[in-house]
């Protein structure tokens, strides 16, 4: 016996309402579509934004723990000194330290040339990985070259290139940058620091290990060099995630709410459908009043059959929302598992429980109705 017979076995409501059901199945079955869309609705749109957000943040990659540092210019500071850097380093705990001289030029293969970002680093290692060869600790000879750069010029780890005129082999090809990059790598070749005109720096970029201590070395490095006057600009890159995820939080309660109005459709046919089976079955109530059965117990054989509504088309809805999860996440982030979040299932959760509650309010007014109507009213044709 399945556990709704036996449900029904015990509570005599649920057995009447699922008999009363059954007179029209074509009616009820189009109740029962219309709350299976509404919750379909709910927990697809809320997932898609779960979605649209994951595929942002694997986007934007590990910036939150980044902080860039560069001069202000509005003050007249046109770069970064060695005590600048010795300072941020200073008052760095928990992170890397990165210098940068940035310079533009001409990087030649034979007769394959292109203009290119150059970057003047002593440890690129901390900002950049390999897809070829092996990146140095110490950056002292030989040059890194980006994704975009080795396929222009056609080259890989162990080639020589000439940048500015002069003869580099290459120590690495490094990986592709996908998302927002501080220093992008794609379109360009990191060399020695030494080997780019400056005494100064254009930037220093401070890797952390987590969201957190990243901006407590930003904090840090602003009351340390800004203290006197306003030499440095500080940008954590923490600030776009945030920002990135508020929007994704209001678009989720708006594509949410557009999916509510679905199931408040769903709710006037669901009244609709009830109004309609109590008007059909007046005499019948009307005997039953007459018997001695109480207003109350047919309250709850209205709102048993609006409840069983709700259920059936929330079921359905959420299994289906799960397969659309699923087909929506192995598409955009290339795994259907993603689709099993906590907060997918609490929209999941939301949606059937908002589809239940919407039943049981559509069938108030009808059970209302049908429990008030006088027997001797009732019995008349």
């Known amino acids: 016996m399945s556990f709704l017979d036996d449900l029904s076995r015990r509570v005599p409501a649920i057995l009447m309402a699922r008999r009363n059901l059954s007179r029209n199945r074509i009616r009820s079955g189009l ?94 290692g901390a900002l950049y990985t390999a897809s070829d060869g092996r990146i140095p600790d110490r950056l002292r000879q030989g040059a890194l070259v980006g994704s975009s750069v080795a396929e222009t010029l056609d080259v890989e780890a162990g080639n020589t290139i000439e940048v500015r005129g002069r003869t580099y082999r290459i120590a690495a090809v490094l990986e592709q940058e996908q998302g927002i990059s501080l220093v992008s790598p794609n379109n360009a070749v990191v060399v020695p620091i030494d080997d780019v005109d400056g005494p100064g720096y254009s930037e220093v970029v401070v890797s952390a290990d987590s969201g957190q201590a990243a901006n407590e070395s930003a904090i840090a490095i602003r009351e340390a060099l800004n ?9 954590e890159l923490a600030v776009i995630t945030e920002s990135i ?14 999916g509510s109005i679905s199931l408040v459709v769903a709710g006037v046919s669901i009244l609709n459908v009830m109004l309609m089976s109590t008007i059909e079955r007046r005499q019948e109530i009307g005997v039953l009043r007459a018997v001695g059965v ?44 993603a689709t099993f979040q906590p907060i997918n299932i609490l929209y999941i959760l939301l949606a059937v429980g908002f589809g239940v509650a919407t039943s049981l309010l559509s069938g108030l007014y009808p059970a209302w109705k049908a429990a008030n109507e006088r027997p001797v009213e009732a019995l008349r044709k």
Not at 43 to 61: I, K, N, V, Y
Not at 227 to 235: C, K, N, P, S
Not at 247 to 257: E, P
């Open 227 to 235: 203290e006197r006057e306003q030499r440095v600009t500080v940008f």
């Open 31 to 124: 109740a029962v579509l219309g709350i299976i869309i509404g919750v379909l609705a709910i927990a697809s749109l809320g997932m898609f934004g779960t979605t649209l957000r994951t595929g942002a943040s694997e986007q934007l990659g590990d910036i939150g723990n980044e902080v860039s540092i560069s001069p202000n210019l509005q003050e007249g500071v046109e770069e970064l000194t060695e005590r600048d850097v010795d300072e941020i380093r200073r008052v760095v705990d928990d992170g890397t330290v990165v210098p940068i001289r940035r310079g533009t030029g001409v990087v030649a293969r034979g007769q394959q040339e292109t203009v290119v970002s150059i970057l003047g680093m002593e440890n690129p």
């Open 294 to 337: 109480q207003r109350g117990d047919v309250i709850r054989m209205i709102l048993a059959e609006a409840g069983l509504l709700g259920i059936a088309g929330g079921v359905i809805g959420a299994m289906l929302s799960l397969a659309a999860g699923m087909a929506l996440n192995f598409y955009v982030l290339n795994d259907a598992l």
């Open 245 to 258: 995820n508020q929007f994704f939080g209001i678009l989720n309660t708006f594509l949410i709410g557009i």
